[in-house]
């Protein structure tokens, strides 16, 4: 399967500190990223959607000014949470669509857990 | 309701037993469905795409989509140890362009008795 990577993998900060959390398509090129949350013994929520060269689309309940999402290039995606909090502690998972025809799997990365002291 | 619902278990098997895992969705605007295995602090690993009602087939996995009755299953044979992990259960509806970002059940923690 196609390969994604996260940098990086185990972050602590200082609150009020900016975190920037990085997601790469290894092996192939991703249009479409997408960032997902995962608190402990939870399933995974999406929180955006990071189009190459446009805007992300934010879920709702999701702060769009916390969460900057920047998709600068076909196998770029970066997540920075701005004045981070111990609230924000969590893991932090991106995923690439790989589109093939009418296949559209999505590839994770191995996410990054985040703490905020 | 919540949009898909997967028991989280944990199930408990001996080794070489069929596990079945399932989930229900209630959004008919599902199309894109997706098992995935997720070890603990790891990200998900794809194991099983399908796009249209029906069984997929792919070694020891089988993954059944039954879209009349928003239910979609995931089969194990010859099930092992090493396949203690999370799985957990995806779906997507179509957002111009492409698939939408994944709606994920719970996750059902199984457990394969040596």
């Known amino acids: 399967g196609a390969v994604v990577s996260q940098h990086p993998s185990r972050v602590i900060c200082k609150s009020g500190t900016s975190v920037k959390i990085e997601c790469r398509s290894l092996?192939?090129?991703?249009?479409?990223m997408f960032w997902y949350r995962q608190f402990p013994k939870k399933s995974l929520m999406l929180m955006a959607t990071?189009?190459?060269?446009?805007?992300?689309?934010?879920e709702q309940g999701v702060e769009k000014d916390k969460f900057l999402i920047n998709h600068a290039s076909l196998t770029l995606s970066t997540l920075t949470v701005t004045s981070a909090h111990p609230e924000d502690s969590s893991f932090y998972i991106c995923?690439?669509?790989?589109?093939?025809?009418?296949?559209?799997?999505?590839?994770f990365g191995p996410g990054t857990r985040l703490t905020v002291t | 309701q919540k949009e898909v619902e997967q028991d989280p278990g944990p199930l408990s098997v001996p080794e070489g037993a069929i596990v079945s895992l399932n989930c229900t969705y209630s959004?008919?605007?599902?199309?894109?469905f997706m098992w995935y295995r997720q070890y603990s602090r790891k990200g998900p690993e794809l194991l099983m795409y399908?796009?249209?009602?029906g069984n997929k087939e792919d070694g020891r996995f089988t993954a059944q989509v039954d879209k009349s009755s928003k239910y979609i299953s995931l089969f194990i044979r010859d099930s092992q140890p090493s396949d203690s992990a999370t799985y957990l259960c995806?779906?997507?509806?179509?957002?111009?362009?492409?698939?939408?970002?994944?709606?994920f059940g719970k996750g059902t923690h199984l457990i394969i008795q040596p």
């Open positions: 995806a779906m997507s509806a179509w957002r111009g362009g492409g698939a939408d970002g994944l709606t």
């Open positions: 995923s690439a669509r790989a589109t093939s025809g009418s296949r559209h799997e999505q590839y």
């Open positions: 959004n008919s605007a599902f199309q894109y």
């Open positions: 399908t796009y249209s009602s």
């Open positions: 092996d192939f090129q991703a249009t479409t």
């Open positions: 990071s189009n190459e060269g446009s805007k992300a689309t934010y």
